[in-house]
């Protein structure tokens, strides 16, 4: 839950002046109050700034660097220009009003003066508390004013269409390595059945327009070149024309596209560079805004251009979120989480967030899909054969027992000799260090305490990006490779532990996705090389590293 405190900015007095007022608080009254802010200095340094977000994403930096230092001045100074006088004061009676609910503080600025849309709002610092105010749990909402809607009912899985466009005569994009970026990083909501993805590779606007007409979609996300035109003032994606060049499409002609749907899809993610950006004479310019504007509940842009771990990390924290059943608000949250994963990096500033209702949850998750994992093969229907006796058939019988039979011995040899091709083995002195590092539970059953296993797992530096709840729920059901993974990487890890922690789903996820190789049930059924091998991926996708080397991942043996 969110308290929300609700700002509405409009057009003051004279250049330079705007009124903004408090029109929904978390405690009493409505101040107002008179900002004074260069608006036309603070676009003039976009460019600058997105430099400055782009380039951390690479540098990796654990100090303030020159480039955070400019970012975090121009946060300050909007901080300050927003929240002075009483509407400061209604902000931290606001602040301390949450905490006293436990509930965290949503704000949602609505901005009615055109040329204030393309300021990066999301960057504010709060100098008193040393701290972005919206840079993990609390994100900043654009509110765009329109009739809220009912949440939508999912009794299946979230349908995301993805739409991939690398047109001739512009920039080109790495078309299948983009697909693999975004199935990677949907790998657990896949696999459990909470996403079905579906893509488009060169998408046109007539293969969009037949997917709107005879589909189902809740998500559209589009990966492409997109740009703001100065000559009409407005936001234009880039789709593949009928010769293979570029086909702009503004952002209201891509509304009335999108609208062709029964349902038209709820949520529009552009992950193409400038998709953001408004106008600085229309509100409605930016393709974000118009979407919105046009019909479309929700809009998730890029302000600045993003680095592929970034969008990654971003797709895999809002998709996760969003089909769990989270509001729009927590979803685009848990994004910017996940680009806080990326060290050093500033990226979690360039996803914008734009709504038709600020508080929406906008799907109703009515009966989650069952993990893929659990999900048992369906049965082919046995034709009915006749013209055989009982003894007949009572012999074929005890033939087919006796192959079974000895199939299944020959299964266990391979097994216990090509799947248990061991690790670095962990660092053991005596007997009693084994002890430690050996698992104390069966992974052939559910784990009797999955919560200890859990705190265990932390504890050697596997963690993870869900819910505990769902990682503890995975952990005590028998039917999903978690409890035996789960029991071979504290085997493995023993009392040395990742020198930087890994998730446990992404590790779950490579070794899920490795071709040739059953999903295991049994600690027995194991691949110790592979499992090794889903570690170091895992951790090369979390640091954006090349690691190669399991035992290079480790702390030193104590």
Sequence with gaps: MASIIELEVTAGAAEGQFTVRVVRPVADGEPTATMQLDAKALLGVRDDLETVVLA??????????????????????????????????????????????????????RLDVPELAGIPWEAMYDAENDDYIFRAENPLVRHIPSAPEEPLEIASSLEVLALVASPDGMAVLDVEAERKKLTDALAEPIADGRIHLKWLMQASWDEVQDEMLNGTWHVLHFIGHGDYDLSSDQG???????????????????????????????????????????????????????????????????????????????????????????????????????????????????????????????????????????????????????????P????????????????????????????????????????STASKTSPTVSASTPISDPATVFQKLNDVGVDTKLPKSVIVDYLNNEYTPYPPLGAALLQVLGDRGLRQPVEFEVIVGFYEHSPGNPSPRRLEDVNFTLLGKSVVNAFNER??????????LLNPPR
């Design 543 to 552: 640091y954006g590293q090349e690691a190669t080397d399991f035992e290079s």
């Design 392 to 431: 007949a058939l009572a012999a074929i019988g005890g033939i087919a027992a006796a192959v079974v039979a000895i199939v299944l011995i020959v299964l266990a040899i391979v097994i216990r000799s090509d799947h248990r091709p061991p690790l670095p083995p962990p660092a053991t002195t005596s007997s």
């Design 56 to 109: 951390s994403a690479a540098a990796g930096r654990r100090i303030l660097s020159p480039g955070e230092q400019r970012l975090r001045d121009v946060g300050q100074q909007l901080f300050e220009a927003l929240f002075s006088g009483p509407i400061h004061e209604a902000y931290r009676a606001s602040v301390s009003a949450a905490d006293e609910r436990d509930e965290r503080l949503q704000v949602v600025l």
């Design 236 to 390: 234009v994606i880039a789709l593949v024309g009928d010769d293979g060049g570029a086909r702009l499409v503004e952002a209201d002609r891509l509304a009335v596209l999108l609208n062709q749907a029964t349902t038209t899809p709820r949520v529009v993610v552009l992950n193409s560079c400038q998709s953001g950006r408004s106008g600085a004479r229309d509100l409605f310019s930016s393709t974000a805004a118009t979407l919105v504007r046009r019909g479309i509940s929700a809009v998730a842009a890029m302000q600045f251009s993003i680095s592929d771990a970034g969008a990654i990390k971003f797709a895999r924290g809002f998709y996760s979120a969003l089909a769990s059943g989270r509001g729009i608000g927590e979803a685009i949250g848990a994004g910017r989480v996940g680009l806080l994963g990326i060290p050093g990096s500033l990226e979690w500033v360039t996803p914008v967030l734009y709504v038709r209702d600020d508080n929406a949850t906008l799907f109703k998750i009515t009966s989650p899909p069952r993990p893929a994992a659990l999900a048992a093969p369906p049965q082919p229907a046995q034709p009915t054969r006749r013209g055989l006796s009982k």
